[in-house]
Every structure is written in C-alpha cells, then in structure tokens.
Nanobody, 115 residues
C-alpha cells in the first residue's frame, strides 16, 4: 500500500515562500511521474505541477508558472514544491500523488497566505 506524507505547509504573508515535501513509501517511486495538487475550500482538487520520472520535464498550471518549482529526489523517495511570491489565492490544502495511477491520498498540508 502506497503511503504519502506531505509536510512543510503553514501560514505565510503575501509575497512569502514555503517549501513543501512529500515522502512516498510502498511504491517504486522512480517509476512514476509525480504531481502536486491543491484543494481550496469549496473547490475541486486540481493539479498545479507535475514532474516526469527522471526529473527531465516539468509542467505547471498558468496561475503558478514562474512562482512554483517542482523537483524530486528519487534516492529519497521525495517530491518537493518550492513556492515563492505566494498570493492569498494560493491558500489551499496541498497534496502530492502520482500523475497516473492516482493512489490513496495522504493527509495533505495546509498552506494559508494571509496578512
């Protein structure tokens, strides 16, 4: 059974930065493209960034391009999301997961951007 453990969220002022981490266990991590997803209150969960298995290609939704950077360390079974220039609209619970197939979700990590 795959387990996903996200961490690194918190309360930050607009313009601030956070680095999220997600440790994956129970899978051959390096065999899967990975993504970061977020869900704001009352909204659906959407992918905001993805990265290929070998760290060669990254993709972002337009709203985070130039501000967020996804990376991974296959030796540590960990995927990261560096978030800079944070905005109030980035407030959400952030989750990691495989791009496909989708595994059981972890608990996520809350990111709140507010002054």
């Amino acid at each position: 059974q795959v387990q996903l453990v996200e961490s690194g969220g918190g309360l930050v002022q607009p313009g601030g930065s956070l680095r999220l981490s997600c440790v994956v266990s129970g899978s051959t991590f390096s065999s899967y493209a990975m993504g970061w997803y977020r869900q704001a209150p009352g909204k659906q969960r959407d992918m905001v960034a993805s990265i290929t298995r070998e760290n060669t290609y990254r993709n972002y939704v337009d709203s985070v391009k130039g501000r967020f950077t996804i990376s991974r360390d296959n030796a540590k079974n960990t995927v990261y999301l560096q978030m800079n220039s944070l905005k109030p609209e980035d407030t959400a619970v952030y989750y990691c997961n495989s791009v496909s197939p989708i595994w059981s979700w972890g608990q996520g990590t809350q990111v709140t951007v507010s002054s």
